[in-house]
Antibody, heavy 116, light 107 residues
């Protein structure tokens, strides 16, 4: 069974930084492309970014609102995906989900609150 | 970016009703579309991939159709646990984009 467990939830001030983690099991993580998706309170779903597996080139793409501020990385030895968030803005407040390739399986999400 | 226009944004129905939700893409996306169900406080769950392929374990009352720019999700007979929110997602081109969601409420 695929399991994805996000962690790193916190309350941060605008301009601050935070790192989220997503621990994966039940998949061959090193072969998996992974994504981050977020959902602001009471709003819809927004794709944040994506990292391919190393065998697929390890390429990374970001949504325009986070490009230059967020960085996605992975540690295949730890079966863990990361989202490094810098220069956080109030509009980044959301539940952040990690998901497997094709957004087929999702974690339970972790809440990031950006507030003065 | 490809825009996904989902309609209606909400609907009221009764247990046993047949309902249809539509997603229109701003340009052709072949069949690169999934449908997701999201219960309050939970992660989205994919119901359908490739526009019409039912995920394993998803009840057969759910079905998807369409190709190109117009897609539908049909629930043939609403059950009490179906009164939640549904989203479409296109992954034909980057960035992947979601529809705005449809909240199915009890009449």
């Amino acid at each position: 069974e695929v399991q994805l467990v996000e962690s790193g939830a916190d309350l941060v001030k605008p301009g601050g930084s935070l790192r989220l983690s997503c621990a994966a099991s039940g998949i061959t993580f090193s072969d998996a492309s992974m994504s981050w998706v977020r959902q602001a309170p009471g709003k819809g779903l927004e794709w944040v970014g994506h990292i391919n597996s190393k065998t697929d080139g390890g390429t990374i793409d970001y949504a325009a609102p986070v490009k230059g501020r967020f960085t996605i990385s992975r540690d295949d030895s730890k079966n863990t995906l990361y989202l490094h968030m810098n220069s956080l803005e109030i509009d980044d407040t959301a539940v952040y989900f990690c998901a497997t390739s094709g957004l087929s399986h999702w974690g339970q999400g972790t809440l990031v609150t950006v507030s003065p | 970016d490809i825009q996904m226009t989902q309609s209606p944004s909400s609907l009221s129905a009764s247990v046993g009703d047949r309902v249809t939700i539509t997603c229109r893409a701003s340009q052709g996306i072949r069949n690169d579309l999934g449908w997701y169900q999201q219960k309050p406080g939970r992660a989205p769950k994919r119901l359908i991939s490739a526009a019409s392929s039912l995920e394993r374990g998803v009840p057969s009352r759910f079905s998807g159709s369409g190709s190109g720019t117009e897609f539908t999700l049909t629930i043939s007979s609403l059950q009490p646990e179906d009164f939640v929110t549904y989203y479409c997602l296109q992954h034909n081109s980057y960035p992947p984009t979601f529809g705005g969601g449809t909240k199915v409420e009890i009449k």
